[in-house]
């Protein structure tokens, strides 16, 4: 009998927990371990922070699901790990998380930010802007980082403030910053041309070129001396693992504090200790590192279930490679961009747009769906939900 330890129950951790019992032996014991009761995939956490999201058929329960899927939910953070002992230090819910965003040490973001890297952040962002919201006047809400996250976040505000602009809310005014000189810089320019077309579209106020020097409580100060004052803050530029990560287990880290892992997702340090996701520096046969996206955690997860499997019945674990499919940006409720894999042929040639594209945005998050409840609850979920937007009063 082995025991197998998945500390976190983001998108990575909570499809390896599921995929683990269906690959392992039945001896074998599977515990998540994980601080919060609910999984939300982290790609839509600008949708609760917008007060979109719906989380009665969206959010998974982890202790019911792992009931019902075979792994056990332990409800707390791990505070270290004894590797001689094989032992994990964990204590009890106190809100640490898988990945953090990286505010880059400027002066008084983590003072008077918001972040998303949480559900938990992302339901506080929500309590304020919904208490800005029904004070009925003008406010300002500024954004700093035009990748995924920020543009998502964006776009979403922009349609809650022209929505409840009928029930006299207040009226926001969205300030999207970003330090390169296009949104979505890792993107294809076509791409990133489309975005930012439909963000001005939608009353967005983009700022390129613009560096953060300093977040004070009530706005920020640009490299040229440029404030820009705001009511809200979200600090949204870049990812890194947290810092509680680094050092523990004395295994290798890198600048961002992911563990340094073989390409077959162990650590460099110890063969018993596996990482993937946001904390994983996983290395590619060309020198390139995968990059931080959802479909990257999702097939890691899947790789590792296998490999992990076949490795407790004594075979050799396999090596990951990751293959990317390509890029899809919501952008408000009902529009999204996408494009084509990097290396293919069609790379940066073709961009869609539109509500099909969007629904290629929620398939994606089906699929997630698909690999930890399986294809009749998610047929379920989707049927539920849409008879709940059929019969639910008008609104956002």
Sequence with gaps: MSRIIVVGGG???LELSTL???STRKEDEIILIEPETHHYWKPRLHEIAAGTFDSDLDSVCYFTHGAHHGYQHYQGAMTGIDRENQTLLVRRPDGTESGLSNDFNTLGAQDHCLFLDSAGQARQAWNQISQILRE???????????GATGVELAAELARVSKKLKRYNASSLSINLIEAAHRVLPNSPQKMSDKVLKELEKNGVNVLLETRISEVTANGMRTDVDKFLGADIQFWAAGVKAPDWLNGIGDLSYNRMNQINVNQNLSSTEDPRIFAIGDCAAIPQPDGSFVPPKAQAANRAAVHLAKSLGRYLRGKELTDFIFQDSGMVVAVGHHFAVGTFAPGTRLEGKLVLQGRLIRRLYDTIFRLHQRTVTGMFTVSRLMITKRLKAF???AGI
């Excluded at 009925?136 to 035009?146: D, L, M, Y």
């Design 11 to 13: 998108a990575a951790g």
């Design 391 to 393: 019969f639910k009063p």
């Design 20 to 22: 683990l019992t269906k």
């Design 136 to 146: 009925g006047k003008s406010s300002t809400i500024n954004i700093v980082g035009a």
